[in-house]
């Protein structure tokens, strides 16, 4: 009598790293994805722009609770010296001489003037605390909308742990950055993200995302007056405002990681990835976790 197998109609277990034929085009992205990506994408530029347009009202942080120049780690400003008036930035003691650049550049109306960071970096252009704050906020709103759309049909169509950085992926770091830095001819065998790629959107998405919405709420004197405790909790305002900055700073570097890696490992490829949802896969590259 013939043996029976005891595995048989068994579905196969899912394989931690896939291993799909190199050249093969899957599915990337779904629709949900790419169009929060790109409305992420933009509020993030505005609200940078708007961001730098505020803090021109008062260009300068402070490592206090109060506004004082002894406490004061950074700051933008201007001087006169025999008559020529120039722009200076103060890092935690340190004075340069930034004219034409930071303190003293464009206004944004075809001209120069004293101004910390200079027009073309400012939305709106022209120096506009009252416009700056109403836009930040209108993309405050985009960008958190968007997050939470992303993470809805992320959570629905079981994605997001895919993104999510895993013990197992920690001793593949190392050779995915000797691979991205051209010291290793192929890549470490991962899923739809390499191991740095979940490194860096699980600190994003939560970690920076979240303390950038949490230090913005803690500069509203509306929020303030409703929930002290978090502005107290973030050592005052001005503090706040402090950790604000530093963390716009984290997301326009991961930022400027994000487009070098895209540029550096295959722009169209990437590009219709985000766009048409379509993506070839490359050498040790899958679609699982």
Do not use: C
């Amino acid at each position: 009598m013939k043996k029976m197998d005891a595995t048989a109609g068994t579905p196969p277990a899912r394989a931690a790293t896939p291993a799909t034929t190199p050249g093969t085009v899957v599915k990337r992205h779904s629709i949900a994805t790419r169009l929060t990506h790109w409305a992420g994408a933009l509020a993030m530029l505005v609200l940078v722009m708007s961001g730098l347009e505020i803090f021109n009202a008062a260009p300068y942080l402070d490592a206090s609770d109060l506004s004082s120049p002894a406490h004061r780690i950074f700051a933008i400003g201007s001087e006169t010296l025999l008559g020529t008036t120039h722009g200076t930035t103060q890092i935690f003691g340190w004075h340069f001489d930034t004219t034409h650049v930071l303190g003293v550049t464009d206004n944004g109306q075809g001209g120069e003037s004293e101004r910390a960071f200079p027009g073309w970096s400012t939305f709106p252009g022209y120096q506009d605390l009252a416009d700056g704050r109403r836009w930040h906020l209108f993309f405050g709103w985009v960008l958190t909308i968007a997050g939470t759309i992303y993470l809805f049909f992320g959570a629905l169509r079981k994605e997001i742990p895919l993104i999510v950085v895993r013990p197992s992926d920690f001793p593949k770091m190392l050779p995915m950055q000797l691979f991205y830095l051209g010291l290793r001819k192929d890549p470490p065998v991962h899923g739809k993200y390499n191991p740095l790629q979940k490194a860096g959107y699980t600190l994003i998405l939560f970690g920076l995302v979240p303390f950038v919405i949490l230090t913005g709420l803690a500069l509203s004197p509306g929020v303030d007056a409703i929930a002290a405790p978090l502005t107290n909790l973030l050592g005052g305002r001005q503090f706040a405002r402090t950790w604000h900055f530093v963390a716009m700073i984290g997301l326009i570097g991961f930022t400027i990681g994000h487009v070098g890696l895209v540029l550096g490992t295959g722009v169209i490829n990437n590009m219709r990835a985000m766009t048409l949802g379509t993506y070839r896969l490359g050498k040790n590259e899958g679609t699982g976790p």
